[in-house]
């Protein structure tokens, strides 16, 4: 998304200098999304190695657990393909923050919705005109 923004505001304001950057999840969703991940590869580590370790914890095997040990390849792939997914949903902020000359102009965070093109570039033409930047005023959108 922000490189087909990035290019049409070039296409207007060849002089504009436009950053983008990801916007950082809360503290807690990353650190869940590390527990997350690690807890993955360790299961994934214990289905490869035939290793039940329930029993060490006084607990009775799942038979989840006892599936994905007979269904090794099948177990693996699906911890591995929805672990990411789960883990990217929890690092993914959705954000698209756009602050021109310092100043926050758009925030998705605020209003719930990516801005159309034109309306990103009626407010750059506006803070322009009301700021007096010129086109190499700074175009920061946060991802």
């Not at 807890?39 to 490869?48: E, G, N, S, T, Y």
Request: proline residues 8%; aromatic residues 12%.
């Amino acid at each position: 998304m922000f490189e087909q923004y990035s290019s049409a505001l070039h296409q207007k304001y060849p002089g504009l200098l436009i950053e983008g950057d990801n916007y950082p999840p809360t503290s807690m969703k990353y650190y869940l999304a590390q527990i997350l991940g690690l807890a993955k590869i360790v299961a994934i580590i214990a289905i490869v190695s035939n290793t039940d370790p329930f029993p060490w914890f006084g607990m009775e095997t799942p038979a989840l657990f006892t599936s994905a040990m007979e269904n090794k390849v099948y177990a693996c792939l699906m911890l591995f393909f929805i672990g990411n997914a789960i883990e990217g949903q929890l690092i993914s902020t959705g954000a698209f923050e756009i602050i021109f000359n310092d100043q926050p102009v758009w925030s998705k965070l605020e209003t719930g919705r990516i801005p159309q093109p034109n309306e990103i570039v009626q407010i750059i033409e506006n803070h322009m005109n009301l700021g007096g930047g010129g086109p190499t005023s700074a175009f920061n959108p946060e991802f």
